[in-house]
């Protein structure tokens, strides 16, 4: 059994309105897997750093989970559990012992400046005030296939969005004994929201994806690292954080008590526990806009909130900040493939460079890459159709560096968008769909 401490959920940006939490424990069923499986997390990342630090071409990948325990000397533990739709499933939580799934959605948050990636060389890079663009992905997981029709595809369900929008993330705090548990007076930190009456998040700006399961993917005996490419390139735009949901949806048919060990599929995510079992996670001080503010957090929508009987964490999923330990699911491990292209000989002969709009093709909205050489007397960012005429032109940064133009939803069709620097104007093709 852990305890998880309830809030009062109202919104706040920053510490001063954050929600004011309640000080009294409430005492939660954690059903443990009693079967272990194994995984290398020395395997774990390998070869991912496939894009060189150059001025043509940054990325890389990121995850939490596996930086912060390169980063404590490789002393994390690895966890895991089932993830299902609803408690109408049962998993073996026990030789022989079936009891619902209790974990239906897995969340995570993205924070690129952390200071794990800001320790690393291959991820450092995204210390810079830069956009970028989020064309792949991967899941720790073990996958068991145990019903009878061998045809049966199940899925996962990604969303994806950003804090564009402020209210897409809230902010919440932790005084009194939880705070002190990780060293601090008051713990801040960034909370998804959850939809329960439709059973998703609740966010702006969201693109959903789907990944299918097959035969090819069933890993029982260790677990395995599933990576794939998004069908359609997601922006993340500057300063902003990446925030993941991820539901599984089995293809079968199920009823209240189906053990889907023995007689469906089951899907397991990992996570880990950073510092070893029975630990609280790092954390760092985002109060008074520390310099070493850090908005990484994995989380979980568990039964009771999925059912609406969580007290005040209904709407909410709970990051592992809310456990006391041990908790096992502080960091999942849900990797991200980010990069950013600026073009080298644009901004050797033009002294500036305007990058290519992402998404391309679009439909809810593009975001656009520019960078100046040096600071400029005036910018203009422009939109024409192909008959030249102007559909928006707006100021942009004039200062060096490198900026990003959002533009929003357009009628299908072909347009042009020009930068002009100074008198000296650089044009690209875009197409709306």
Not at 10 to 28: N, R
Not at 62 to 77: H, Q, T
Not at 301 to 316: E, F
Request: aromatic content about 14%; overall charge neutral.
């Amino acid at each position: 059994m852990k305890n998880i401490y309830t809030i009062i959920a109202t919104v706040g940006i920053v510490a001063s309105s954050f929600a004011q939490m309640a000080t009294q424990p409430k005492t939660y069923a954690d059903r443990k897997l009693t079967k272990t499986l194994s995984f290398d997390m020395a395997k774990f990342g390998a070869n991912k750093n496939l894009f060189a630090k150059t001025s043509a071409v940054t990325g890389g990948w990121f995850n939490y989970g596996d930086a912060i325990d390169v980063l404590n000397g490789g002393v994390s533990d690895l966890n895991s559990n089932y993830l299902f739709p609803d408690s109408l499933g049962y998993g073996e939580f026990g030789a022989g012992t079936f009891a619902p799934c209790w974990i239906h959605h897995l969340g995570d948050i993205l924070d690129i400046k952390g200071v794990p990636f800001a320790a690393s060389p291959l991820t450092s890079f995204a210390a810079v005030n830069h956009a970028y663009v989020l064309d792949s992905m991967s899941i720790v997981y073990a996958y068991t296939k145990k019903h009878p029709n061998p045809a049966i595809v199940d899925t996962l369900i990604f969303t994806v969005f950003n804090n564009s929008t402020a209210a897409n993330l809230g902010g919440y705090y932790f005084t009194g004994t939880t705070a002190a548990n990780y060293g601090t007076d008051t713990l801040s930190f960034k909370a998804i929201k959850y939809a329960q009456a439709v059973n998703t998040v609740s966010a702006t700006g969201t693109y959903k994806f789907k990944i299918l399961l097959t035969k090819a993917d069933s890993s029982e005996a260790t677990y395995a690292e599933k990576r794939f490419k998004l069908p359609t390139p997601f922006v993340v735009p500057s300063s902003k954080l990446l925030v993941t949901d991820v539901q599984f949806k089995p293809g079968y048919s199920y009823t209240i008590g189906t053990h889907i060990d023995a007689v469906a599929n089951a899907f397991f995510f990992a996570s880990v526990e950073e510092k070893g079992a029975g630990t609280y996670p790092t954390f760092y001080d985002c109060n008074s806009g520390s310099a070493a503010c850090d908005w990484n957090n994995s989380s979980i929508v568990t039964q009771d909130v999925r059912y609406n009987m969580a007290a005040s964490w209904n709407g909410l999923f709970i990051p592992s900040y809310a456990y006391t330990a041990p908790f096992g699911f502080e960091h999942h491990l849900i990797s991200y493939r980010l990069t950013e292209t600026i073009g080298v000989n644009e901004l050797e002969k033009n002294g500036f460079a305007l990058g290519q709009n992402v998404p391309n093709p679009f439909t809810n909205g593009s975001a656009i890459s520019y960078q100046l050489v040096k600071d400029a007397k005036s910018v203009l960012f422009t939109v024409t159709d192909v008959m030249g005429r102007v559909i928006s032109t707006e100021t942009a940064s004039n200062s060096a560096g490198i900026h990003t133009v959002n533009i929003g939803s357009y009628a299908a069709g072909v347009y042009y968008y020009s930068l002009n620097v100074d008198g000296n104007v650089m044009t690209k093709k875009m197409i709306a769909q």
